[in-house]
């Protein structure tokens, strides 16, 4: 699932193109129409969908088309990574343990959309991406994995959200080719690798 660039998309589509990744993009979805990221996966040949919420009258409509959508593809694994909406409590269901999403900070520190301002705002030292597989509330789930980067003393946000991605585009790669070959885990707070 994409909301803009699809910079994560594409770096999960170049590395399935590796057999040995073990994963494969069935179809990308999207809130929004003419996003870089579909165009990408057009591109690539992958099936695509756009499912805006405005479209529809309720949140709760919303998230009922935007299962069947998803659920037509059959997918083992959805990633949301760079997916700007919250799904509900029918799309959690339909994939129950299966929806995984990145944030731009060590959760459970600095949740939601200004993780890495933040951070700066704080003063911390060290940052990083969290991959975890979604719940109900905002940046909760149980975390799958963690990667850090320096906070250095002359960042500003757009510096540091740029070495914060890097990390995180390759903690995703290495997690969900894990997941695919190895599969995973998850027992209530806690998740992670078999």
């Not at 940052?127 to 979604?134: D, K, N, P, R």
């Not at 990667?147 to 757009?158: K, W």
């Amino acid at each position: 699932m994409v909301s803009g660039a699809g910079s994560n998309m594409q770096a999960l589509l170049d590395a399935s193109r590796d057999p040995a990744f073990g994963a494969q993009i069935v179809a990308v979805g999207a809130d929004r129409d003419g996003t870089r990221g579909l165009e990408i996966a057009r591109e690539a040949g992958i099936p695509t969908f756009v499912e805006k919420l405005g479209d529809y009258p309720t949140r709760e409509v919303w998230d009922r088309a935007l299962t069947t959508a998803v659920t037509t593809f059959s997918p083992d694994l959805v990633v949301l990574a760079g997916f700007l909406k919250l799904v509900g409590p029918e799309f959690l269901g339909a994939f129950p343990g299966r929806v995984i999403n990145t944030h731009n900070a060590l959760l459970p520190s600095f949740p939601g959309i200004h993780g890495p301002a933040d951070a700066l705002a704080y003063g911390v030292k060290i940052t990083g991406a969290s991959l975890f597989i979604v719940d109900p509330g905002v940046d909760t789930g149980a975390i799958l994995a963690q990667v850090t980067c320096p906070v250095l003393d002359d960042d500003d946000e757009a510096c540091l959200l740029d070495r914060i991605k890097s990390v995180e585009r390759d903690q995703l790669v290495d997690v969900v080719g894990a997941m695919a070959r190895q599969g995973w885990w998850m027992d209530g707070r806690r998740a992670g690798l078999c």
